[in-house]
């Protein structure tokens, strides 16, 4: 596929219903592929939720953007606005990217649902019906976890997937507390988590000397971060280990008992890169959940 | 012991392919699969820093050219045939880790300079003795270069020799070439590419196969009527009239990539994917595999005719062959795969240049639904269901299926069922050739071919050319930007069968 998709149609809709929506979803579908030898592909993986309150928005349709060439599923964007008059607006997008030689397009569709008052308290019953049959879920929460809050649990129990980044927490050491409750529900995603991944490699590559290790003093980078790179290490070698911690921006140093860790060397990643990273993942992830209540 | 179980903190990192500290040099840096593959290749591994941190790259060549030269050429192939965005950093650590030796592969003093050569760098970029030894050259200049890198391996590190094809002209030259390499090199270090095993959707075969449940029940004679297989090109010789004319379509493509796909579609399931396992797989379908006599394998060269619109000369009328050549381009040809899972389904493969359309199909074709409770009129429009793996272009895998047409009364008509490789996963699918690069690099021949596989596919060669010598057909026989010649069709059509259309 090419950079681009060649169109995207588009439907808008106020004050709707989920069936307006599948229905809206097949006249785009339909309008995209006139023109090619046949009706558009949907070579669907797994239906993409994202929670996104207003803070987020720009920040998530940014990130999907990214994602859309990756997995061209159906994604389904969900702006609460609990404070508004009951209802639901809808858009409703099919982007169309062209295969070689143009004579097929894979579509992507992308499903933009404001939950306005009321219905902010029963999404699970609202986005039920658009989920793609027998397909993973993956649950992209952004920003705080409001853990007992009814939307949370209500979305918890129709995905297969959480993904979280603990980065966007004000408290993460008390929201792992409550986090690990989940972790029986679905499995749990954490994109800081992921961001981690070379600092845990260049660590294991001190394998054994760091078997001891009894301090880990970290430069740079969040506090979700570091708790769970400390977390990691503590679970990991079933010992106790100091964390001093620095907060701010990337990660610059790690150091074990005051000898520096070699940065590693690896591909920085962008939003997109680390969430897609996330959706390829359907298995939990026990070594995150052990970091995490050890962190 | 595992790795994790020795190194707790191992666990869920995954495997690293980044390998160990190594040089690698390129003999036959100035050729044009240096440019267009090799090195764009490196640049997108070093892209993603898969390549080792004390690496460093030799080109070899005849060309009188300075380091700064070949750095500037290999700048310019990684910017017009690169998959990835040029990014001044990566190219800035690949030209620093490249240099480039003008030398004649005959010449002893040249390749002691670059045994010093090599030494130097081990020194300087720390690449610790380990070698990769790239053969892009002639078959002419195998053997010469074979042996002087053989005589000069050192004691320290580790040693991998990557022969590129062909891997000689028939069964003779192959053994030839293997007893040449066995006298300096092990059979785990030798690294014989057939770039299609690198291409992601004929790896994807093996999971098609092997990790659904639902297709190795009725992958065999009792469902499966016939298989295809297309391997076509567009492009006419390109430049290549020399080797062309030594190889034709049957050593160029259908001994090498038409022979792997045949195995991969045909190989029983191994018991695990380690080099080993799937070789020897491999090697039970070549042993296997016969063809029912001349009769039926057809051979054809193209004339004039149009391929885009445009119109393009016949093989004889391209620079370098000469006017009377009797070189194939074309080879179509009905084997059979002798064991209990396919006696007596026929495997067709064709392949040449200059026909319709780019590209690589392998199409099962399973047996009809014994009794249809329709009317005829129903299903006058129906096919029998046809699993088409695409390899390329549009990478991808088909199934053709029946289907009511929506309306009063029971018409059934054939519908496609598509999976597109694209849509489903990232798009830019890695080149062959970085899969392969990093495979030899890592020491994981399980995309390479063995010697005994080489000699099988040879002798299978050996076999159809032996009867060629005795005829002398008409050529040319098919227009350039067809489907070849009427023989291919009738080959089929004796059958009661046909040609995947298109």
């Not at chain 2, 009527?225 to 004319?245: F, K, N, W």
Request: hydrophobic fraction near 40%; charged fraction near 25%.
């Amino acid at each position: 596929m090419s950079a681009a998709p060649v169109q995207a149609e588009d439907w808008v809709g106020e004050d709707v219903t989920p069936a307006d929506v599948e229905r809206a979803l097949w006249q785009v579908r339909d309008a995209s592929s006139q023109g090619t030898e046949g009706p558009d592909l949907r070579t669907s993986v797994m239906t993409h939720l994202a929670w996104v309150p207003a803070e987020w928005r720009e920040a998530a349709v940014d990130t999907l953007a990214g994602l859309r060439e990756r997995h061209p599923s159906r994604g389904i964007l969900l702006f609460p606005e609990p404070a508004a008059v009951d209802g639901i607006d809808a858009r409703v997008s099919v982007l169309a990217f062209p295969q070689e030689g143009g004579r097929r397009h894979v579509a992507a569709e992308v499903i933009q649902l404001t939950l306005r008052g009321q219905r902010v308290k029963a999404p699970a019953s609202i986005v039920t019906p658009l989920l793609v049959t027998d397909l993973p879920v993956f649950l992209r929460w952004r920003g705080e976890l409001p853990f007992g809050a009814p939307e949370l649990e209500q979305m918890v129990g129709v995905c297969d997937r959480l993904v979280v980044d603990s980065r966007e927490w004000k408290d993460p050491a008390g929201a792992y507390r409550e986090l690990e409750s989940l972790f029986e529900q679905t499995a749990v995603s954490d994109i800081a988590w992921r961001c981690t991944r070379p600092w845990r490699r260049a660590l294991a590559g001190l394998w054994p000397g760091i078997a001891e290790a009894g301090e880990l003093r970290i430069t740079g980078g969040s506090s979700a971060e570091a708790l769970l790179l400390v977390g990691w290490l503590r679970s990991r070698l079933g010992r106790t280990v100091e964390l001093v911690h620095e907060a701010s921006g990337q990660i610059e140093s790690v150091a074990v008992d005051g000898t520096a860790v070699p940065f590693p060397r690896e591909e920085t990643a962008s939003s997109s890169d680390l969430l897609s990273a996330e959706l390829d993942e359907l298995s939990r992830d026990e070594i995150y959940e052990e970091a995490v209540r050890a962190a | 012991m595992t790795e994790v179980a020795e190194n707790p903190l191992l666990a869920g990192l995954g495997p690293r392919r980044t390998p160990s500290p190594c040089a690698l040099a390129v003999f036959g840096a100035s050729g044009d699969l240096t440019r267009r593959k090799i090195f764009p290749a490196l640049y997108s591994l070093a892209c993603r820093r898969l390549l080792p941190e004390q690496f460093a790259i030799v080109g070899v060549a005849r060309r009188d050219w300075t380091d700064d030269e070949f750095r500037e050429r290999m700048e310019h192939a990684v910017r017009e045939f690169g998959r990835d965005d040029f990014d001044e950093g990566v190219w800035e650590w690949l030209s620093n880790a490249t240099r480039y030796l003008s030398l004649d592969f005959a010449d002893e003093e040249g390749e002691d300079r670059l045994a010093a050569l090599l030494t130097e760098l081990d020194e300087e970029r720390g690449t610790r003795g380990n070698r990769v030894y790239y053969l892009a050259i002639p078959p002419q200049a195998m053997a010469t270069v074979v042996e002087a890198v053989g005589k000069r391996r050192g004691a320290e590190g580790w040693t991998r020799l990557i022969v590129e094809k062909p891997f000689g002209q028939d069964l003779a030259s192959a053994r030839a070439l293997t007893e040449l390499i066995s006298r300096y090199f092990t059979e785990e270090e030798v690294f014989r590419i057939d770039h299609y095993l690198g291409k992601e959707t004929v790896q994807n075969m093996l999971a098609l196969r092997f990790a659904n449940g639902i297709f190795e029940p009725i992958w065999n004679r009792q469902f499966i009527d016939h298989v295809q297989i297309t391997v076509a090109e567009t492009l006419g010789s390109e430049g290549r009239a020399e080797y062309y004319e030594q190889a034709g379509a049957i050593r160029d493509i259908f001994q090498n990539h038409m022979l792997q796909l045949v195995a991969l579609t045909a190989m029983e399931p191994p018991i695990d994917f380690t080099a080993e396992s799937v070789r020897n797989e491999k090697v039970k379908v070549l042993k296997a595999i016969h063809t029912p006599g001349p009769k039926h394998i057809v051979r054809g060269q193209y004339g004039p005719g149009y391929i885009d619109g445009k119109e393009v000369p016949g093989y004889r009328q391209e620079e370098g062959v000469p006017p009377d050549s009797m070189t194939e381009s074309y080879v179509a040809a009905k084997l059979f795969v002798d064991n209990w899972r396919w006696a007596d389904t026929p495997f067709y493969v064709r392949t040449g240049k200059r026909l319709a359309r780019r590209e690589t199909t392998i199409a099962i074709q399973f047996q009809r639904a014994p009794h249809p409770p329709f009317e005829d009129a129903a299903t006058e429009e129906l096919k029998p269901n046809r699993l088409l793996v695409h390899v390329q272009p549009d990478e991808g895998v088909s199934l053709a299926i029946a289907a009511k047409v929506p309306g009063q009364g029971m018409r059934l008509r054939t519908v496609n069922m598509d999976f597109i490789y694209g849509g489903a996963f990232r798009t830019d699918l890695p080149e062959a050739y970085e899969r392969l690069l990093l495979d030899a690099m890592l020491g994981d021949q399980t995309l390479f071919t063995r010697s005994d596989e080489v000699e099988e596919q040879w002798a299978i060669v050996d076999s159809i050319v032996a009867a060629w010598k005795r005829d002398r057909p008409s050529f040319p026989n098919y227009a350039a930007g067809t489907w070849g010649p009427a023989g291919a069709k009738e080959l089929m059509r004796r059958d009661g069968r046909e040609w995947l259309k298109h």
